[in-house]
């Protein structure tokens, strides 16, 4: 709310700003692992957290909504390469005695800051004179002191069993089909179902979907092979994640404004 306060934009505006990141976070997760499987992890890593904090500060910045929805999307794709060379990184650089407790110590701390994060962003919001362009903004010395550590302490690894060149069209098409499919249901409540962005988005995101497991399938180094769905724990895990982040992402975002917007809370308040 404090955003929509100061930029406008309406609840369309507020859930882009959202979604923008998520978006292009989720369309391009799994080719930024597979680019720094090929080129380096430590390389992807520095590069999308780079990335991700030049969009911070773009996103502290913005004089208006459509500036701040575009960076949004820019700090997704930072964090698309930097997420996935993170946990890689650990799996290529513990013994694998020590690497269960370095995976536990990763999740457990994203938890952690997960659980402080509306806290905390609340605080900044309510106390700061900058009010909530500091949620953005804290991110740059915290960033800045992590990519020196990692290019002092952190070794280069990559995946060196992997043949040919990235997947573009893998990519590509996993992209069109979310951003396709999200924008329907995002603009069809304002603008109609019916109306011919919102068709013509639905259309190209749905046959961008149907074509994403063909492209995968004929391409011999695929950024997702489809033959580990034959895993029962690993379909099931992503069925049980999908469920869950369905959950708490619409929660979570409705929520938020539920209780600043009717309850009157805090910013503060609501984060706690």
């Known amino acids: 709310p404090a955003i929509g306060r100061d930029l406008g934009g309406g609840l369309v505006g507020l859930q882009w700003t959202v979604d923008a990141y998520l978006l292009t976070l989720g369309s391009l997760i799994v080719f930024g692992g597979s680019l720094g499987d090929m080129y380096g992890r430590r390389k992807m890593f520095v590069l999308g957290l780079a990335g991700f904090t030049g969009a911070s500060v773009l996103c502290g910045l913005a004089p208006n909504i459509p500036a701040l929805i575009a960076a949004r999307a820019v700090q997704g794709v930072g964090g698309a390469l930097l997420v996935p060379a993170s946990l890689s990184i650990i799996s290529a650089s513990f013994h694998p005695d020590d690497r269960g407790q370095a995976i536990g110590a990763w999740s457990g701390l994203s938890g952690v800051s997960t659980a402080l994060g509306p806290f905390l962003g609340g605080y900044l919001v309510d106390s700061a004179s900058w009010g909530w362009r500091l949620v953005f903004l804290i991110n740059l010395p915290i960033a800045l002191v992590t990519i020196v ?3 002092k302490h952190m070794p280069e690894t990559r995946d060196t069993s992997v043949r040919g060149g990235p997947d573009i069209a893998g990519a590509l098409t996993a992209a069109l089909a979310l951003g396709g499919i999200v924008f329907a249901l ?11 962005s919102v068709v013509v988005a639905a259309v190209i995101g749905i046959a961008a979907l149907i074509a994403f497991p063909v492209i995968e399938v004929r391409r011999q180094e695929p950024m997702l092979p489809l033959d580990i769905f034959r895993s029962m724990q690993f379909s099931g895990a992503n069925a049980a994640t999908f469920a869950v982040y369905a959950a708490l992402g619409g929660a979570m975002f409705l929520l938020v404004i539920e209780l ?3 309850f009157g809370y805090s910013a503060l308040e609501a984060g706690a």
């Open 149 to 151: 550590l990692t290019l």
């Open 260 to 262: 600043q917007v009717a």
């Open 186 to 196: 995002i603009e069809g409540p304002v603008d109609g179902f019916t109306s011919p």
